[in-house]
């Protein structure tokens, strides 16, 4: 079962509204807040990442995007940062 999108996610951008021609497209994105429902795209979502144009053709490292345009990544693994120990007496 997918877990829906929420803030942290990391996602990739698969389609915008250009559709699969947009200039966000491929690009990897954190999600930072949920914008609202728009009555066309549903929930949209604001995202950070680098260089993202924006629906005004701004370039910045924010832009909004509808839950149909990004794809959630798998949660990168945790690193076992544990130490072994000896538990012999010198």
Known sequence: ?????KVGDQCEVIAGALDDKGPNVGKMVTVSALRGEH??????????????????????NRADFA??????LPPKPLLNKTKERSLTTE
């Open 67 to 72: 839950a149909a345009w990004l794809r959630k």
């Open 39 to 60: 009555s066309v795209y549903g929930r949209i979502w604001q995202c950070s990442g680098d260089s993202l144009i924006t629906e005004y053709g701004a370039v910045g």
């Open 1 to 5: 079962m997918n877990e829906p999108i």
